[in-house]
């Protein structure tokens, strides 16, 4: 199973972080790109809490994701991801279900390796 890492950085200079990672030999793996992400509550339905189905749109790419946070450290979040066909379509179904929609977000994301 793959497990996924992120963080949030703030207040930074984007070009003087670029310049430090290619000085890194780092290498651009995708170029910025616009994610949108809906995240839809499971817990109204089960009673358990910590559990979620993510939409996320990358490009062109959208996946839907079941996570369950089993615990507090980085990596206990269990994670089921496919890839759907469309993000307002697979929206519109997943309202069907009463999941009530807890957030959606944008946000702008580039990968570097090393």
């Known amino acids: 199973m793959f497990h996924e890492y992120e963080t949030k950085v703030l207040d930074i200079n984007i070009a003087e972080i670029e310049e430090k990672l290619h000085k890194l030999w780092a290498a ?18 089960s009673g358990n809490k910590g559990k979620r189905f993510r939409l996320r749109q990358k490009g062109d790419k959208t996946t839907l994701t079941y996570k369950e946070r089993n615990g507090l450290d980085v990596g206990s979040t269990l994670e089921l991801e ?4 469309d993000f307002d379509v697979m929206t519109e179904m997943l309202q069907k279900l009463e999941r009530s929609t807890m957030v959606y977000q944008e946000n702008k994301r580039k990968v570097y390796s090393r």
């Open 28 to 45: 651009l793996l995708e170029d910025e790109v616009l994610m949108k992400r809906r995240v839809f509550d499971v817990e109204s339905h």
């Open 82 to 85: 496919t890839k759907v066909g």
